[in-house]
Protein backbone atom coordinates (compact mmCIF):
# COMPACT_ATOMS: atom_id res chain seq x y z
CA UNK A 1 0.00 0.00 0.00
CA UNK A 2 1.82 2.78 -1.49
CA UNK A 3 -1.36 5.48 -0.69
CA UNK A 4 -2.63 7.88 -3.06
CA UNK A 5 -0.45 9.44 -5.40
CA UNK A 6 -0.63 12.52 -7.38
CA UNK A 7 1.03 14.49 -10.30
CA UNK A 8 2.28 17.14 -10.11
CA UNK A 9 2.37 18.58 -6.81
CA UNK A 10 2.95 21.76 -8.52
CA UNK A 11 1.70 23.90 -11.67
CA UNK A 12 1.80 26.99 -12.74
CA UNK A 13 0.38 28.45 -16.11
CA UNK A 14 -0.66 30.85 -17.73
CA UNK A 15 -4.42 32.23 -17.91
CA UNK A 16 -6.38 30.46 -21.33
CA UNK A 17 -4.03 27.46 -21.06
CA UNK A 18 -5.01 23.83 -20.24
CA UNK A 19 -3.91 21.65 -17.42
CA UNK A 20 -4.08 18.04 -16.59
CA UNK A 21 -3.56 16.61 -12.98
CA UNK A 22 -3.25 13.09 -12.36
CA UNK A 23 -3.93 10.90 -9.48
CA UNK A 24 -3.33 7.04 -8.40
CA UNK A 25 -5.46 5.77 -5.71
CA UNK A 26 -5.05 3.29 -3.42
CA UNK A 27 -5.29 0.03 -5.82
CA UNK A 28 -7.98 -1.92 -3.95
CA UNK A 29 -10.36 0.94 -3.19
CA UNK A 30 -13.02 1.39 -5.31
CA UNK A 31 -14.23 5.06 -4.90
CA UNK A 32 -12.19 7.85 -6.02
CA UNK A 33 -12.83 11.83 -5.10
CA UNK A 34 -11.72 15.27 -6.53
CA UNK A 35 -11.96 18.33 -4.13
CA UNK A 36 -11.14 21.70 -4.03
CA UNK A 37 -9.26 23.63 -1.33
CA UNK A 38 -8.52 27.41 -1.52
CA UNK A 39 -6.78 29.23 1.28
CA UNK A 40 -8.79 29.06 4.64
CA UNK A 41 -11.04 26.74 3.55
CA UNK A 42 -12.07 22.84 3.51
CA UNK A 43 -11.73 20.46 0.72
CA UNK A 44 -14.84 21.19 -1.53
CA UNK A 45 -16.77 18.29 -3.50
CA UNK A 46 -15.92 18.38 -7.13
CA UNK A 47 -16.62 14.56 -8.41
CA UNK A 48 -16.92 11.15 -7.69
CA UNK A 49 -16.14 8.03 -9.52
CA UNK A 50 -17.51 4.31 -8.50
CA UNK A 51 -14.86 2.11 -10.58
CA UNK A 52 -14.86 3.53 -13.65
CA UNK A 53 -18.12 5.77 -13.58
CA UNK A 54 -18.49 9.42 -12.69
CA UNK A 55 -21.65 9.14 -10.86
CA UNK A 56 -21.90 12.79 -9.24
CA UNK A 57 -20.40 16.59 -10.33
CA UNK A 58 -20.58 19.12 -8.24
CA UNK A 59 -22.14 22.20 -9.43
CA UNK A 60 -18.52 23.68 -8.93
CA UNK A 61 -17.44 21.58 -11.75
CA UNK A 62 -18.37 23.92 -15.26
CA UNK A 63 -17.97 23.01 -18.54
CA UNK A 64 -14.41 23.43 -18.69
CA UNK A 65 -13.87 20.71 -15.64
CA UNK A 66 -13.61 17.21 -17.31
CA UNK A 67 -12.59 14.05 -14.89
CA UNK A 68 -11.90 10.40 -16.09
CA UNK A 69 -11.07 7.48 -14.68
CA UNK A 70 -10.25 5.15 -17.07
CA UNK A 71 -10.78 1.23 -16.24
CA UNK A 72 -11.52 1.95 -12.48
CA UNK A 73 -7.44 2.62 -12.01
CA UNK A 74 -6.17 6.12 -12.06
CA UNK A 75 -7.78 9.18 -12.79
CA UNK A 76 -7.15 12.23 -14.25
CA UNK A 77 -9.16 15.98 -14.13
CA UNK A 78 -8.42 18.41 -16.81
CA UNK A 79 -8.83 22.46 -16.70
CA UNK A 80 -9.66 23.93 -20.19
CA UNK A 81 -9.19 27.50 -20.47
CA UNK A 82 -7.79 27.86 -16.76
CA UNK A 83 -8.86 31.29 -14.76
CA UNK A 84 -7.36 32.86 -12.22
CA UNK A 85 -9.99 31.70 -9.96
CA UNK A 86 -9.23 28.27 -10.60
CA UNK A 87 -5.54 28.83 -8.40
CA UNK A 88 -6.45 26.23 -5.72
CA UNK A 89 -4.87 22.82 -4.18
CA UNK A 90 -6.80 20.20 -6.01
CA UNK A 91 -7.44 16.94 -3.81
CA UNK A 92 -7.25 13.20 -4.93
CA UNK A 93 -9.10 10.61 -2.16
CA UNK A 94 -10.12 7.04 -2.11
CA UNK A 95 -11.99 4.92 -0.28
CA UNK A 96 -13.18 1.32 -0.15
CA UNK A 97 -16.84 1.02 -0.46
CA UNK A 98 -17.52 -1.41 2.60
CA UNK A 99 -20.27 -1.44 5.54
CA UNK A 100 -19.35 -0.07 8.60
CA UNK A 101 -16.20 2.11 7.31
CA UNK A 102 -18.05 5.59 7.40
CA UNK A 103 -16.23 5.79 3.61
CA UNK A 104 -13.10 6.52 5.47
CA UNK A 105 -10.95 8.68 2.61
CA UNK A 106 -7.54 8.68 2.43
CA UNK A 107 -5.91 11.98 0.65
CA UNK A 108 -2.90 12.18 -1.92
CA UNK A 109 -0.78 15.15 -1.25
CA UNK A 110 -2.51 17.08 -3.56
CA UNK A 111 -1.47 19.28 -6.51
CA UNK A 112 -1.25 23.36 -6.38
CA UNK A 113 -2.53 24.99 -9.68
CA UNK A 114 -1.25 28.52 -9.83
CA UNK A 115 -2.96 30.58 -12.85
CA UNK A 116 -1.04 33.71 -13.49
CA UNK B 1 -28.67 20.72 4.27
CA UNK B 2 -25.94 18.86 5.88
CA UNK B 3 -23.04 21.16 7.14
CA UNK B 4 -20.22 20.82 9.69
CA UNK B 5 -19.26 24.08 11.66
CA UNK B 6 -15.84 24.50 13.05
CA UNK B 7 -15.95 27.27 16.04
CA UNK B 8 -12.71 29.38 15.82
CA UNK B 9 -10.71 29.74 12.70
CA UNK B 10 -7.57 29.69 14.43
CA UNK B 11 -6.84 28.64 17.70
CA UNK B 12 -3.48 29.15 19.68
CA UNK B 13 -2.20 27.28 22.96
CA UNK B 14 1.06 26.85 24.42
CA UNK B 15 3.13 24.32 24.82
CA UNK B 16 2.15 21.72 27.34
CA UNK B 17 -1.66 23.08 27.45
CA UNK B 18 -4.80 21.35 26.60
CA UNK B 19 -6.30 21.61 22.72
CA UNK B 20 -9.56 22.13 22.31
CA UNK B 21 -10.86 22.26 18.36
CA UNK B 22 -14.61 22.19 18.39
CA UNK B 23 -16.95 20.74 15.79
CA UNK B 24 -20.53 20.47 15.26
CA UNK B 25 -22.95 19.02 12.55
CA UNK B 26 -26.13 19.68 11.83
CA UNK B 27 -28.17 15.82 10.96
CA UNK B 28 -30.41 13.98 12.45
CA UNK B 29 -29.01 10.32 11.04
CA UNK B 30 -26.78 8.60 12.82
CA UNK B 31 -23.27 9.99 11.77
CA UNK B 32 -19.84 8.60 10.91
CA UNK B 33 -17.63 11.33 12.09
CA UNK B 34 -13.71 11.92 10.97
CA UNK B 35 -11.03 14.39 11.91
CA UNK B 36 -8.03 15.19 9.63
CA UNK B 37 -4.81 17.10 10.08
CA UNK B 38 -3.35 18.96 7.38
CA UNK B 39 -0.04 19.94 7.25
CA UNK B 40 1.62 23.23 4.99
CA UNK B 41 1.44 21.46 1.19
CA UNK B 42 -0.13 18.18 1.97
CA UNK B 43 -2.59 16.39 1.66
CA UNK B 44 -5.27 15.65 4.54
CA UNK B 45 -4.38 12.72 7.24
CA UNK B 46 -6.90 10.78 9.08
CA UNK B 47 -6.09 11.38 12.83
CA UNK B 48 -9.44 9.62 14.34
CA UNK B 49 -13.28 8.35 13.33
CA UNK B 50 -16.37 8.02 15.48
CA UNK B 51 -18.99 4.99 13.80
CA UNK B 52 -21.06 4.24 16.46
CA UNK B 53 -19.33 2.21 18.31
CA UNK B 54 -17.61 4.10 21.63
CA UNK B 55 -18.21 7.67 22.15
CA UNK B 56 -14.64 8.51 23.17
CA UNK B 57 -12.66 7.78 20.33
CA UNK B 58 -8.75 7.53 20.68
CA UNK B 59 -6.97 8.71 17.48
CA UNK B 60 -3.17 9.46 16.84
CA UNK B 61 -0.32 11.10 18.29
CA UNK B 62 -2.52 11.62 21.46
CA UNK B 63 -5.64 13.13 20.01
CA UNK B 64 -8.91 11.42 21.21
CA UNK B 65 -12.71 13.18 20.25
CA UNK B 66 -15.95 12.56 21.91
CA UNK B 67 -19.39 12.41 20.51
CA UNK B 68 -22.32 14.21 21.86
CA UNK B 69 -26.10 13.24 20.32
CA UNK B 70 -27.77 15.37 22.50
CA UNK B 71 -25.06 18.16 21.15
CA UNK B 72 -24.78 17.42 18.15
CA UNK B 73 -20.92 17.62 18.76
CA UNK B 74 -17.63 16.58 18.18
CA UNK B 75 -14.92 18.24 19.55
CA UNK B 76 -10.99 17.06 19.55
CA UNK B 77 -9.07 17.55 21.99
CA UNK B 78 -5.34 16.53 23.52
CA UNK B 79 -4.37 17.11 26.89
CA UNK B 80 -0.71 18.52 25.95
CA UNK B 81 0.20 20.28 23.17
CA UNK B 82 3.53 20.05 21.35
CA UNK B 83 4.93 22.11 18.45
CA UNK B 84 4.70 19.23 16.40
CA UNK B 85 0.62 19.42 16.30
CA UNK B 86 0.96 23.22 15.01
CA UNK B 87 -1.22 22.33 11.72
CA UNK B 88 -4.72 22.38 9.96
CA UNK B 89 -7.59 20.75 11.39
CA UNK B 90 -10.73 19.52 9.59
CA UNK B 91 -14.07 17.61 10.95
CA UNK B 92 -16.14 15.69 8.71
CA UNK B 93 -19.43 14.35 8.51
CA UNK B 94 -20.29 11.44 6.47
CA UNK B 95 -24.28 10.26 6.72
CA UNK B 96 -24.30 7.66 3.61
CA UNK B 97 -24.52 7.55 0.20
CA UNK B 98 -20.82 9.18 -1.26
CA UNK B 99 -20.78 12.73 0.40
CA UNK B 100 -18.52 13.52 2.99
CA UNK B 101 -19.09 17.54 4.61
CA UNK B 102 -15.90 18.77 5.94
CA UNK B 103 -16.05 22.08 8.08
CA UNK B 104 -14.13 24.96 6.87
CA UNK B 105 -10.38 24.07 9.57
CA UNK B 106 -9.12 25.50 12.32
CA UNK B 107 -5.70 26.39 12.41
CA UNK B 108 -3.67 25.74 15.55
CA UNK B 109 -0.80 27.91 16.75
CA UNK B 110 1.73 26.45 19.22
CA UNK B 111 3.63 29.05 21.57
CA UNK B 112 6.70 27.94 22.89
Known amino acids: DTGVSQDPRHKITKRGQNVTFRCDPISEHNRLYWYRQTLGQGPEFLTY????????KSRLLSDRFSAERPKGSFSTLEIQRTEQGDSAMYLC??????????????FGPGTRLTVL | AQSVTQLGSHVSVSEGALVLLRCNYSSSVPPYLFWYVQYPNQGLQLLLK??????LVKGINGFEAEFKKSETSFHLTKPSAHMSDAAEYFC??????????FGAGTRLFVKA
Open chain 1, 49 to 56: FQNEAQLE
Open chain 2, 50 to 55: YTSAAT
Open chain 1, 93 to 106: ASSLAIGGSGNEQF
Open chain 2, 92 to 101: AHYTGGFKTI
